[in-house]
């Protein structure tokens, strides 16, 4: 039973580019969120995307934004980037369906903005 | 707002010693609270959950009792091996009636094991 993956692994962007990372949720999941982790610090909340709607968000601006598709997999969309959004970007997925509130982690894409 | 607040790190441990990792919380209402670990270059694997008030965790040795009266949720281990040097997350989760769960994290607390 695969896990929760992610790509790619690794990404490099200047100020102002955009990016988009992905994610595939664990077998039998419906709902993807996305968290920011800084250097050092602990996951921040993004979003929530189940029934390819954002359901919750974070204190994060606009800049953000997802997508959830027919099959569950999400994407992480940020524009105009800013040397702050250099950080491990992680998915998670869990089952709403279900009625569980435990969430499965990804291995992360790690952004870098120069 | 609901948060979580863990003891600084780094803690640094010979093998076979007793870890403890303090975690308190403040939430309104019955939150789950989490346990989570993060080795070096990796994700986040999910360590034990507690659902609610004196529910304990456990998994690979590591132990955690939900505590409503003191709102923490210490995670212990009572013969740490080299293996466990890593950091650790306490959270836990926000519910939005309609919306679905979302996880609120500490700092993380940093250990090292030796041999």
């Known amino acids: 039973d695969a896990g929760v993956t992610q790509s790619p692994t690794h990404l490099i962007k200047t100020r102002g580019q955009q990016v988009t990372l992905r994610c595939s949720p664990k077998?039998?999941?419906?709902?993807v969120s996305w968290y920011q982790q800084a250097l050092g610090q602990g996951p921040q909340f993004i979003f929530q995307y189940y029934e390819e709607e954002e359901r919750q968000r974070g204190n994060f601006p606009d800049r953000f934004s997802g997508h959830q598709f027919p099959n569950y997999s999400s994407e992480l969309n940020v524009n105009a980037l800013l040397l702050g959004d250099s950080a491990l970007y992680l998915c998670?997925?869990?089952?709403?369906?279900?009625?569980?509130?435990?969430?499965?982690f990804g291995p992360g894409t790690r952004l870098t903005v120069l | 707002g609901d948060s979580v607040t863990q003891m600084e790190g780094p803690v640094t441990l010979s093998e076979e010693a007793f870890l403890t990792i303090n975690c308190t919380y403040t939430a309104t209402g019955y939150p789950s609270l989490f346990w989570y670990v993060q080795y070096p270059g990796e994700g986040l694997q999910l360590l034990l959950k507690?659902?609610?008030?004196?529910d304990k965790g456990s998994n690979k040795g590591f132990e955690a009792t939900y505590r409503k009266e003191t709102t923490s949720f210490h995670l212990e281990k009572g013969s740490v091996q080299v293996s466990d040097s890593a950091v650790y997350f306490c959270?836990?989760?926000?519910?939005?009636?309609?919306?679905?769960?979302?996880?609120?994290f500490g700092k993380g607390t940093s250990l090292l094991v030796t041999p």
């Open positions: 507690a659902t609610k008030a004196d």
């Open positions: 998670a997925s869990s089952s709403r369906a279900f009625g569980s509130d435990t969430q499965y």
């Open positions: 959270a836990l989760n926000r519910q939005n009636s309609n919306s679905g769960y979302a996880l609120n």
């Open positions: 077998s039998g999941h419906d709902t």
